[in-house]
């Protein structure tokens, strides 16, 4: 399932607490597809606290709890990390990371807890659901075997990755534009790992924001920025970034474009992604100003003129998800709209 629905499922089930109708909720993947992030991203929409507990790093007894003696009878202390009213607030998420991780004698301390949401004593607030996420057997990390009784407690999903998700994500997260454009250009470079070569640094969603943050520190160091980009996303996809955002230095002027004046298209494939996201980019910026609709209105003007129909599209598209349905009513909307329903209408 794709991040977006993945989200949309999160967020129905944490409202569900409130009704009694929640399930927990497992989320499989490999590494680098962004499981604990849309978690995050939940607990963050709502304002709520998230507790993230690292199963794999835990002994039984951290669950658990320890015992004393109260009179006759031994009781147990419930660990402080698990959510509580006074300390957490009424509302929240238990993040149960690693699961798969978490050797099965911890696992097993956790059935009561994720079926029942109780343990001993202790009882998880009715306004807090409960998430996990670990990777698959095949992915090469530590993973156990997820006992049938404790599969059996989850809902199950498996997040696959989606380029515009992705993009979607990266815009709303000003992401360099130049990755952005340089994934539209490589789709197939989003996620490229090969558990049978076990690789140290690859390709995924993860380590493209690794690389964004390499392209803020060493833009300016020629020297080191071949080696930075191969160390975020490795040394292949390294290179192909390198190579690309070496050859932006021949795009066209970008404020030329959004002021209306006559620019050329750029024949180069790989530019005219670049230019793409680009003015994506400055549709975004432009919203919390007065000229959004001339600055929109031009980018509609230059999408029209792309000798493939189809790069417009992914351009108004890109845009659409970015800044909403202000876009529909801009008066170049309909001449572009026009201009491309066949290809529309194909898809």
Not at 303 to 329: C, I, N, W, Y
Request: charged share 20%.
């Amino acid at each position: 399932m794709r991040p977006a629905q993945i989200s949309n499922v999160l967020d129905q089930e944490f409202l569900s607490t409130e009704h009694g109708h929640h399930t927990p909720v497992m989320l499989w993947g490999p590494p680098g597809v962004g499981k604990s992030q849309i978690i995050a991203q939940i607990a963050e929409k709502h304002g709520v606290s998230i507790i993230d507990i690292r199963l794999s790093q835990m002994e039984p007894s951290d669950l658990r709890g320890i015992p004393f003696r109260s009179g006759e009878l031994v009781e147990w202390a419930a660990p402080s990390i698990l959510p509580d009213v006074k300390r957490h607030g009424k509302k929240g998420i238990l993040f149960l990371d690693e699961i798969t991780s978490a050797p099965p004698s911890v696992s097993a301390a956790a059935y009561q807890l994720i079926l029942d949401r109780k343990l001993g004593e202790y009882q998880v607030p009715e306004g807090w659901a409960i998430f996990a996420a670990g990777n698959r057997q095949g992915d090469r990390g530590v993973t156990y075997t997820m006992p049938s009784p404790l599969a059996n407690r989850f809902s199950h999903f498996e997040i696959e990755t989606h380029l515009d998700d992705w993009v979607g994500w990266a815009y709303k997260n000003d992401i360099d534009e130049r990755i952005i454009a340089f994934l539209r250009f490589r789709p197939e470079l989003l996620f490229d790992f090969d558990p049978a070569h076990n690789p140290v640094a690859f390709p995924s969603p993860r380590s493209w924001e690794f690389a964004h943050r390499a392209l803020k520190k060493f833009d300016n160091n020629p020297a080191l920025l071949l080696g930075t980009l191969q160390a975020c996303v490795g040394p292949a996809a390294g290179i192909e970034l390198h190579a690309f955002v070496s050859s932006l230095d021949k795009m066209p002027d970008l404020d030329a474009i959004i002021q209306g004046e006559e620019s050329v298209i750029p024949s180069e494939i790989d530019l005219q992604y670049a230019v793409a996201a680009a003015l994506v980019g400055k549709a975004i910026r432009a919203q919390s100003e007065d000229n959004f609709e001339t600055v929109v209105g031009n980018i509609l003007e230059y999408a029209s003129r792309f000798p493939q129909k189809e790069m417009g599209v992914m351009l108004v598209s890109d845009m659409h998800r970015a800044t909403g349905e202000a876009l529909f009513s801009i008066p170049q909307f309909a001449d572009w709209a026009n201009l491309i329903a066949d290809v529309m209408l194909y898809e």
